[in-house]
């Protein structure tokens, strides 16, 4: 399972965010993984564009077919999850929603796998942390569990 959030579009519509909407009329989604290298481009999506704008034109991203699922993948993504709607929760508030869907296709780049395990130094992907802030995954800690 994944979860993300989104917030109600600025342009009027009621029911969300296009993303939302198109989730709701098509149930799925993916959730694409965003390195530091694509950084603009993820920030050109953000944008609260018109219903029926193609964000992947307006962002230059490259559509990749998915498997499992009809909706489009981030071709240049070094990872993606395809995606069915469980359930979407209208979050306190009445501005932001929950969307949480069953995982059903994983693709990964090859280039981004070391010793068996992807890489995420090698991906230096990108965490959303809050209004305008984001921050880049250089360097990794593993901890062992004390009763391991």
Request: proline share 5%; hydrophobic share 40%.
């Amino acid at each position: 399972m994944v979860a993300y959030g989104s917030g109600r579009s600025k342009i009027g519509l009621d029911e969300g965010k296009d993303s939302v909407a198109n989730i709701r009329a098509n149930e799925e989604f993916v959730v694409n993984l965003v390195p530091y290298r694509l950084r603009d481009a993820m920030n050109v999506s953000s944008q609260h564009f018109p219903a029926g704008t193609d964000e992947f034109e307006k962002a230059g991203l490259s559509k990749a077919d998915c498997e499992t699922i009809a909706a489009p993948r981030v071709a240049q993504a070094p990872a993606s999850l395809e995606c069915k709607l469980w359930k979407i929760l209208d979050l306190p508030g009445g501005n932001d929603f929950m969307i949480i869907g069953e995982v059903t296709g994983i693709h990964i780049d090859p280039d981004m796998i070391r010793d068996g395990r992807y890489d995420v130094t090698t991906v230096k992907p990108m965490a959303r942390l809050g209004y305008r802030d984001y921050a880049v995954i250089e360097e990794l800690i593993s901890l062992a569990r004390p009763d391991d």
